[in-house]
């Protein structure tokens, strides 16, 4: 079994700054990809951020020039320090990651339990 779990999330006004990280454990044998989607209420889960295994970095939009993903692989976790935030930042975070687990030969999508980011003021 594969679990990831995020830290990290919280309440913070607009302007301000969040670290979230997320952890992968149990039987992996290597990560790909790794990547936050967030989800609003009443809208869609969209992706924030994406890092592949070499280190290549995709944003949304929205959140270019304010948001920055990062991987250790050493702790096979993944960050994602979001500057200068706004209250159209406001979801529940969620973490993802593309792992081969150990005796098998292809990888599978695992998600975190998801942590919520509110910009108020």
């Known amino acids: 079994q594969v679990q990831l779990v995020e830290s990290g999330g919280g309440l913070v006004q607009p302007g301000g700054s969040l670290r979230l990280s997320c952890a992968a454990s149990g039987s992996i044998f290597r990560i790909y990809d790794m990547g936050w989607y967030r989800q609003a209420p009443g809208k869609q889960r969209e992706l924030v951020a994406l890092i592949t295994g070499g280190g290549t970095t995709n944003y949304a939009d929205s959140v270019k020039g304010r948001f920055t993903i990062s991987r250790d692989n050493a702790k096979n976790t993944v960050y994602l320090q979001m500057n200068t935030l706004k209250p159209e930042d406001t979801a529940v975070y969620y973490c993802?990651?593309?792992?081969?687990?150990?005796?098998?030969?292809?990888?599978?999508?695992?998600w975190g339990q998801g942590t919520q980011v509110t910009v108020s003021s």
């Open positions: 993802n990651a593309d792992v081969r687990p150990i005796g098998t030969h292809y990888q599978y999508p695992y």
